[in-house]
């Protein structure tokens, strides 16, 4: 069983610029979320993405998007990069048809905004 | 709030149990309490969930108090390997939201 993997593992990138995060699920999981994990708090829902569809979303900007494919993997894309857009993003793919399914995390990008 | 709280940090001895408590005092009776620890450098780590029975897998103990109002993690028996933060979450399927959690320090 293949699990979340997540790329690249660190990234710098200069206020302004555009990002693409990569995430894909593992074996057999057909949802994928995205948080945002600052430093020393808990991660924080960005949105869900079930059968290619965002199909929930927490209290980010339209600046922060997201696909996922036909295989179930995933990018989060951040555009116009802001300081405080520097932190972990974590992915985590699941299944939708299980309440209360289990998360399953890969172990984050971390992004740098200088 | 739909938050859960949390103590900051806890402290405990190398093969002793150990008890995380967590309030939810405004939970829904929809939402699951889940557990999921994290480890320094690492993704978090699904734990346990539950609704309103107690329940056991091969990691841990979740003990839900009768009025949902506050839940007990229990790991049996520590090792230094459970050193970690452990986040209490309440909420639906995807929707989780995440406190600052607590870090449990494990001394040998």
């Known amino acids: 069983e293949t699990g979340v993997t997540q790329s690249p593992t660190h990234l710098i990138k200069t206020r302004g610029q555009q990002v693409t995060l990569r995430c894909s699920s593992q074996?057999?999981?057909?949802?994928v979320s995205w948080y945002q994990q600052a430093l020393g708090q808990g991660p924080q829902f960005i949105f869900q993405?079930?059968?290619?569809?965002?199909?929930g979303r927490g209290n980010f900007p339209p600046r922060f998007s997201g696909l996922q494919f036909p295989n179930y993997s995933s990018e989060l894309n951040v555009n116009a990069l802001e300081l405080d857009d520097s932190a972990l993003y974590l992915c985590?793919?699941?299944?939708?048809?299980?309440?209360?399914?289990?998360?399953?995390f890969g172990n984050g990008t971390r992004l740098t905004v200088t | 709030d739909a938050k859960t709280t949390q103590p900051n940090s806890m402290e405990s001895n190398e093969e002793e149990p150990v008890h995380l408590p967590c309030n939810h005092s405004t939970i829904s009776g929809t939402d699951y309490i889940h557990w999921y620890r994290q480890l320094p450098s690492q993704g978090p780590e699904y734990v346990i969930h539950?609704?309103?029975?107690?329940v056991n897998n091969r990691m841990a103990s979740l003990a839900i108090a009768e009025d949902r109002k506050s839940s007990t993690l229990i790991l049996h028996r520590a090792t230094l390997r459970d050193a970690a933060v452990y986040y209490c979450?309440?909420?639906?399927?995807?929707?989780?939201?995440w406190g600052a959690g607590t870090k449990l320090i494990i001394k040998p």
């Open positions: 539950g609704l309103t029975s107690n």
């Open positions: 979450i309440r909420g639906s399927n995807y929707q989780l939201i």
């Open positions: 993405y079930y059968r290619e569809e965002e199909n």
């Open positions: 985590a793919s699941s299944l939708a048809d299980r309440v209360g399914s289990p998360l399953h």
């Open positions: 074996s057999g999981h057909n949802t």
